[in-house]
């Protein structure tokens, strides 16, 4: 029972206005747009104090829990290229055989809270769940609604990871991105090939703009922050256009900087203003 007369108490942010203690984030997007390995970033910089997509700093190192279809080698190679400290997983082989998903739900939730995690992921939910029919939406509630009970109960962030269909949306029922509370849509983004990925944002909090992210390879690996949409293509256009005069050091007529850098007249007149304006 809860008493109506008090006032709403802002969430515990892990990340502002996306994931929060006591709520559930859905991540789901297209194959192979990287949405685990997306995730793993996000991970990496809660778990060693890192900062993310342009974040401060976390000041203190979170614990996550990690749960996930695939068995410990697959997970593990990509903790190590990202850096991520996970230090409580459960994978393929080690989930009991016949166990029903709001028990597994329960068990790790409460299994979470015991070793002070602050975030739950299941990866992936459907194949988690066991959900014959996707676009059932009474079995998609049976499969959600223990998860947003368990995040509130144990004052845990829960984020189930899930797939894009041939629509270009949410794979099955509608019941998938209404139930949680804020659903991040991670799509390709540029030419085929790029390691971009355009990042969308949905829920019942104050809207934030999409972002541009870029997965780039190192020691660790990383997701560099590349801006809202727009500002990343003009980034990418300045920098084309910029490389262009340097190599020439000439004058050059706007249409032979379009033709060599493979930019549309009317974006190399709006670069070269930039420029101009930058100095």
Request: aromatic share 8%; hydrophobic share 40%; with cysteine.
């Amino acid at each position: 029972i809860s008493d109506l007369t008090q006032p709403i108490v802002e969430p515990v942010w892990i990340w502002k206005n996306i994931v929060a203690r006591k709520r559930v984030t859905l991540v789901a997007g297209d194959a192979k747009a990287g949405k685990t390995w997306t995730m793993t970033g996000f991970v990496a910089a809660i778990t060693t104090g890192g900062s993310w997509l342009g974040s401060d700093p976390f000041d203190i190192p979170l614990r996550v829990t990690y749960v996930s279809e695939e068995g410990r080698d697959d997970v593990y190679a990509r903790c190590v290229r990202f850096h991520t400290k996970i230090r409580h997983f459960l994978g393929r082989g080690a989930i009991p055989i016949g166990l029903k998903w709001p028990d597994l739900v329960e068990a790790c939730c409460s299994w979470a809270k015991a070793k002070g995690a602050s975030l739950l992921v299941f990866d992936t939910l459907s194949a988690l769940a066991g959900i014959d029919d996707e676009n059932d939406a009474t079995q998609v509630n049976k499969a959600v609604l223990p998860v947003l009970s368990c995040a509130e109960k144990y004052d845990l962030a829960i984020v189930p990871i899930h797939h894009f269909g041939r629509s270009g949306r949410v794979r099955g029922s509608t019941a998938f991105e209404a139930n949680p509370d804020v659903l991040v849509s991670v799509t390709h983004e540029g030419e085929p090939g790029s390691k971009k990925r355009r990042l969308d944002f949905k829920g019942r909090f104050q809207a934030k703009p999409p972002v541009i992210v870029e997965y780039t390879p190192g020691a660790p690996d990383t997701y560099a922050y590349l801006g809202q949409p727009n500002a990343a293509d003009s980034t990418a256009i300045d920098a084309a256009i910029f490389d262009v005069l340097l190599r020439e050091m000439a004058f050059l007529p706007v249409d032979t900087i379009a033709s060599e850098a493979g930019k549309r007249r009317t974006d190399v007149i709006k670069a070269l203003r930039r420029l101009h304006l930058a100095g």
